[in-house]
């Protein structure tokens, strides 16, 4: 449903990208998950390697569900894209960006 203003709307986001400074957001959905069912967010540099976004943000937040073994996650997407992450590689090389969308199965 769309919505109808009755003024023009110009304000600027409230979460776009420069108030961040070398953060960004990122959106992170195990898909196929009863237990979660929507995106969480994190903020994390944008040179943050896998290794440590996956270890201090992923698994922490999805061991809240106790079917959660953090050496099977697969299927890593980002933005709908398949990636094949190295614990090296960084965010921005993944092609992670500001409100980026990761999704993984298990």
Not at 10 to 17: A, T, V, W, Y
Not at 36 to 63: H, I, L, N, Y
Request: charged fraction near 25%; charge should be negative.
């Amino acid at each position: 449903m769309s919505v109808r203003a009755i003024a023009p709307y110009d304000f600027p986001s409230s979460s776009r990208q420069e108030l961040y400074g070398d953060d960004q957001l990122v959106h992170v959905l195990w898909e196929g998950n009863m237990m979660f069912c929507s995106a969480a967010t994190f903020r994390a540099p944008r040179e943050m390697s896998w290794g440590d976004f996956k270890a201090q943000m992923v698994d922490p937040w999805a061991a809240s569900d106790p079917d959660y073994d953090p050496r099977c996650p697969g299927g890593w997407r980002v933005d709908g894209v398949e990636v094949s992450p190295r614990p090296d590689q960084t965010l921005g090389g993944l092609g992670v960006g500001h409100k980026s969308l990761i999704t993984f199965r298990i």
